[in-house]
Structures are given as C-alpha cells and as structure tokens.
C-alpha cells in the first residue's frame, strides 16, 4: 500500500509540474504567472513593498518564422527562455511565457530602478548573444520591454500594473524597438 500511495504522490507531482510549465520553453507558463503575480500583488499590498514587473516581446518575430520556420522559431524562443533565466537570480523572481513571443518578468521587493536594470541586462544578454534575424533591420535577434512597478502613478489594482508594462512595451516597439521603456518616476509616499 505504500508504494502505491508513494506512486501516486509523485504523478500528482508530475503533473502540478506539467500544469505550471510552458513545454516549449521550460518557464513557468501564464497560469503559473498569474498565480504567483496575484500572491505577490497581495503581499506588497500588505506590507507597502515594491513589487515591478517587466514585459518583453521579441521584435519583428513573425518575419523570424516566416524567414526560418516554425522549428527554428522554437529554437529561438528557447534560446531566449534560457537567456532570460540567467538574469533572473533571486529564488522568489520568476520568469515566465506569456503567450506567443511574449514574456514576462516578476520582481516581487524591487523598485522600479532595479527592475530597469535587470530589463536593460536583458535586452542587452539577448542582443550580445547575436542570433541571426534577416527579417529584422538589426539583423540579429533584439527585444522591447516595458517595466512598471506597484509604486507608480495609475497603478492601483494589479491589472493596472500589467497594463502600464505592456503599454510601455508597445511605446519601446513604437521607437524603434530593441529598448527598454519606462514611466519616469515612481509615485514618494508622504
């Protein structure tokens, strides 16, 4: 009876880990994302701590899998999924997929000018990393990120926090692309 109760302990842990895994890129998926993002929204809530989140998308990556396929378009986003992992170096940050091209970061007690400079080493480990584009002007694989934080003006309920990081990853993809964006200041609690 035990090795059966063991058995059955270890698939029911298969498959939380499963559920919560993007399988093309090994990073915790959306729904994993959206679980951990609503327990720390709840935390900075309650104790008054930052909490930033950066939102990236890899430029023109439609015209990558039109120019190199599907196969090599997974390759790719791999290879970022583990560029991005590299960066992430505190056990409670979290990396994740999105959707598509899209990825996100969570930096639960970072202010916003923590989370600049871990989007900026980002986008910069993912352009060093010089992964052949044609179907982009820089000729190499490049992003945009959009970085906000709890602590900003307009931020009140946690769906303002993603929608300030996407929009200012849509106003980084307007400028040109391959940068970081950002609001320029945070809101000085009084």
Not at 128 to 154: F, L, M, P
Request: glycine residues 6%; contains cysteine; negative net charge.
């Amino acid at each position: 009876m035990l090795v059966a109760e063991e058995e059955l302990r270890l698939a029911h842990r298969d498959l939380e880990h499963i559920a919560k895994t993007d399988s093309l890129t090994g990073l915790p998926n959306r729904r994993c994302f959206d679980v951990r993002f609503a327990h720390e929204w709840s935390r900075a809530c309650r104790t008054g701590n930052s909490v930033a989140l950066i939102v990236i998308d890899i430029d023109w990556f439609k015209q990558y899998n039109d120019h190199y396929g599907h196969v090599l378009g997974d390759e790719c986003l791999r290879h970022i999924a583990e560029l991005l992992n590299k960066n992430i170096n505190r056990p409670a940050d979290l990396a994740a997929r999105y959707g598509g091209e899209e990825f996100v970061i969570l930096l639960p007690e970072t202010e916003l000018a923590g989370a600049l400079k871990i989007a900026e080493e980002v986008r910069s480990t993912i352009e060093a990393a010089k992964i052949e584009h044609r179907g982009s002007t820089a000729g190499i694989v490049t992003i945009s990120a959009g970085v906000a934080s709890n602590h900003q003006d307009g931020v009140i309920v946690s769906t303002d926090l993603v929608e300030k990081a996407d929009s200012l990853l849509y106003r980084a993809k307007k400028r040109g692309r391959n940068r970081v964006e950002h609001q320029a200041r945070e809101v000085l609690e009084t």
